[in-house]
């Protein structure tokens, strides 16, 4: 049964700290997305790519965030310096044209 | 432009009941809307999903409706279930343009099947 998995699942760390999240798309497909959910804001697209070439990132601070796919089955997303309204849950979804975005268990991330 | 509107924000079911969750659009450029499911603690997952084409699709207990014309589709679950309790979301995306197969959500509804 393929998956999308994320590392790590929980992260604490102090404001001002640099964090990194990681992903591993399910093999064969060719788009991947970044997701946040808080309970204000719902699901928010980050950033997402095509066949490792991003396509979008207009929903991401870009002063501090960044992501990146340095190969087929890694994607990062990065934020540095980290903020207290980070705190979040981050997604990964990777998908292949209309078969629908498959979710990963997410990063809960909380930043003191 | 790119909204999905969803309702209600929660629903209250008793056990064996339908329940219904609705969402409207405005972007007539989508072409594939998807139903997902949240549990507390997990990722969405991918519950069914149906295409303009069609008016109806159903699996198992669920059932997309789609109203081309009024621009609107809704997910009913017959014999709701205690374990169907969960947060919902409706999302649309488009296969051409900017932000293609990119999907816009709505805000999810929290469903609560009591006993």
């Known amino acids: 049964d393929a998956r999308v998995t994320q590392t790590p699942r929980d992260k604490v760390t102090e404001m001002g700290q640099e964090v990194t999240m990681r992903c591993q798309p399910i093999?064969?497909?060719?788009?991947v997305f970044w997701y946040r959910q808080t309970m204000m804001q719902g699901l928010e697209l980050l950033a997402y790519?095509?066949?490792?070439?991003?396509?979008?990132d207009s929903g991401m601070p870009k002063d501090r965030f960044s992501a990146e796919m340095p190969d087929a089955t890694l994607a990062t997303l990065k934020i540095q310096p980290s903020e207290p309204r980070d705190s979040a849950v981050y997604f990964c979804?990777?998908?292949?044209?209309?078969?629908?975005?498959?979710f990963g268990p997410g990063t809960r991330l909380l930043v003191l | 432009q790119q909204q999905v509107k969803q309702s209600p924000q929660s629903l209250i079911v008793q056990k064996g009941g339908i329940s219904i969750i609705n969402c409207a659009y405005e972007?007539?450029?989508?072409?594939?809307f998807p139903w997902y499911q949240q549990f507390p603690g997990k990722g969405p997952a991918l519950l069914i999903a149906?295409?303009?084409?069609?008016s109806e699709k159903k699996e198992g207990r669920f059932t997309i409706s789609f109203n081309k014309s009024a621009k609107q589709f809704s997910l009913h679950i017959m014999d709701s279930q205690p374990g169907d309790s969960a947060t919902y979301f409706c999302?649309?995306?488009?296969?051409?343009?900017?932000?293609?197969?990119?999907?816009?959500f709505g805000k999810g509804t929290k469903l609560s099947v009591i006993p």
């Open positions: 999302a649309a995306s488009a296969a051409s343009g900017a932000g293609s197969y990119q999907l816009t």
């Open positions: 979804a990777s998908g292949w044209g209309y078969r629908g975005q498959y």
């Open positions: 790519f095509r066949n490792r070439a991003p396509l979008d």
């Open positions: 972007n007539t450029a989508f072409d594939y």
């Open positions: 149906i295409r303009p084409d069609v």
């Open positions: 093999l064969g497909h060719n788009t």
